[in-house]
């Protein structure tokens, strides 16, 4: 008697990565850094384009952007492409955090603003039909993870955050228009939003004369130091390279102390050494989950949550012929 042979994936979640473990997937995906990073930028504008005209909140950004920079850390960057990645990630993030809207409205939006003029009917279908299709491979790169994205957003943390330190009113709105830039970031890969929040936080105090960080506890906030070190620095660094293109520049409030590149280099300079989250390089690159490009031909692909899972499922070839990996 014989037996079919096919081959069977099974993986893990893992919504956030290092930094050195995202180049490292990178480098199957994105051939050239600057074009990946400029057309970023033009996705972020273009996206927050749609969300003015759908009056979407700004969490359902977050979500799309984390969905959008999570898509080509597994697939390969084209641009001719990413325009249509982007609104299939934003479809799927208006489901996530239920400000639903038909995906007639979504890809009418989109055309418009790509200066497709004169939408026909059949134009629109077919558009829709390609979102709609890019929608599982998205989600294959998040593992089905939908704890991620599901809850509180960053705007909202720093509300919280705020609260519970009693911080200054100023110093919330501060942070708030920080966040804003931290969209368009791959820190939203990186570490949770509420790491993110109280990073955003503790800049916008240090931008302000008369306030003071509180000494606090990250873990009483469910956080930790090296988390929140990973995205101040993350964020301080972008400023100082950026900042004549930031969106903070064009928004900051008036009555508050002036900006400019040197008040990031300042702050960077007078800040002890924090140190972020790291990886060994000599263990990404035993990493297969990094280094081996998707293969979207295996029949079976499965995901999980639990690590436990992994090693029930993980087992070797029995009589039926399966042939597992796990990542």
């Not at 001719?80 to 489901?95: N, P, W």
Request: charged content about 30%; some cysteine.
């Amino acid at each position: 008697m014989s037996y079919s042979v096919y081959h069977s994936q099974l993986t893990l979640s893992r919504p956030y990565l290092t930094k050195e473990q995202i180049r490292r997937a990178q480098k199957n995906t994105i051939p050239d850094r600057r074009t990946y990073n400029q057309k970023r930028i033009s996705i972020f504008k273009f996206l927050c384009d749609i969300c003015v005209q759908l009056r979407f909140p700004r969490k359902t950004l977050e979500v799309a952007m984390y969905f959008y920079q999570r898509y080509y850390v597994f697939n390969k960057f084209e641009t001719e492409m990413c325009y249509d990645v982007a609104t299939s990630c934003l479809f799927i993030g208006c489901k996530q955090v239920e400000t639903v809207k038909k995906v007639a409205d979504i890809c009418t939006a989109s055309l418009k603003l790509r200066n497709n003029s004169k939408i026909t009917s059949e134009k629109l279908d077919n558009y829709k039909t390609r979102i709609i299709q890019m929608e599982l491979r998205i989600l294959e790169t998040c593992a089905f993870d939908h704890r991620i994205n599901n809850t509180v957003h960053i705007d909202e943390y720093i509300v919280k955050i705020g609260r519970e330190l009693s911080l200054d009113y100023k110093v919330c709105h501060l942070a708030w228009l920080i966040a804003f830039d931290v969209i368009k970031l791959e820190i939203l890969l990186i570490v949770p939003q509420h790491s993110i929040a109280l990073a955003a936080l503790k800049i916008a105090c240090e931008l302000m004369e008369n306030q003071q960080w509180p000494s606090i506890r990250y873990n009483l906030f469910e956080s930790d130091e090296l988390s929140v070190n990973e995205a101040y620095n993350y964020v301080i660094n972008f400023f100082i390279n950026v900042f004549d293109l930031c969106d903070l520049k064009n928004n900051y409030p008036e009555d508050l102390p002036s900006i400019s590149i040197e008040t990031f280099i300042k702050l960077k300079a007078n800040s002890p050494e924090q140190k972020g989250l790291r990886e060994n390089p000599s263990l990404i690159e035993k990493d297969k989950y990094l280094t081996d490009e998707k293969d979207y031909k295996i029949r079976e692909r499965r995901y999980v949550l639990d690590r436990k899972r992994v090693l029930e499922e993980a087992m070797p070839t029995g009589r039926s012929g399966a042939k597992k990996s796990k990542q």
